[in-house]
């Protein structure tokens, strides 16, 4: 089969509501993750696969991946359909190069990137056999029309694999960060449903959100497993902070020694033999577009 090349428009096209999200992951956030690549795969290697498991991608299928990031899960859905394709898509410039750059180095001859808004992209209909997501659905300003758009891009009966985060107090690695980088200052959590990593976290939500999108078939498997953030507390101290430095404004120089020491605790307390772990807990969703 001939690759399927699509390449990356000049602007991105992006949903107004969705303007924060682009400025994010098309700016300074995404150029992080496209920078700290294998840290963030290492972190979620645990799920790996169960969710390939569930995917259960065909040797000769289409697949799209979605909020592909630097393109891992997207490279290894091209291995497993090798007489097949794999298209990612993402809005980060930034995560896409590196996964470009990642599949040429692998010499992956059946895997393409694109940048999009998968709100508003227009999708060619029909065109892929499997649609995966491995923590990127979470993000959209109208997750109602993400899905839509999705939905119309898979052929009738094609199946649709999601991994989201469970609430925010299943979720270690996100409460113990945020209580140390708070340095004693209320943080206020975003609105239930609006986008960020616990969007999806609500089960009826998801079944809502899908099913109104075209989907059957609905079901949420519970997952947990530990999160790796670095080979040492120290490696790890470099990677959250750079991560979430944007918590430290707003906060004067006691603060930000109090947060960034309150961080160097909990991490260190965390430290094992291979690594620093934090428990966390997702759901794996399935469903089938309706036929």
Known sequence: MSQVVIGMPEVLRADPANAD?????????????????????????????AFFDAAGIGREEAVLDIGCGTGQTTRDAARAAVAGRAVGMDLSAAMLREARRRAAVEELRNVSFEQADVQVHPMPREAFDVAISRTGTMFFADA???????AAALR????FVQLVWQEAARNEWFSAFRDAMAAGRPMPMPPPGAPGPFALADPGRIRAVLA?????GVVLREQSAPMWFGADARAAHRFVSGLLGWMLEGLGEE??????????????????????????????????RET
Not at 212 to 216: P, R
Not at 258 to 282: C, I, K, N, W
């Open 156 to 159: 009738p009966g094609g199946r």
């Open 21 to 49: 999200q682009a400025r994010a992951w098309d700016g300074d956030e995404g150029a992080y993750w496209a920078a700290h690549a294998d840290v963030f795969d290492r972190a979620l290697r645990a799920y790996h696969d």
């Open 212 to 216: 109104d999108a075209g989907f059957t």
């Open 255 to 288: 603060g930000r020694t109090a947060a960034l020491h309150g961080l160097q605790q909990s991490l260190t307390r965390h430290e094992q033999p291979d690594g620093v772990f934090y428990g966390s807990a997702t759901w794996l969703v399935t469903a089938v």
């Open 144 to 150: 109602a029309a993400a899905f839509r758009n999705i």
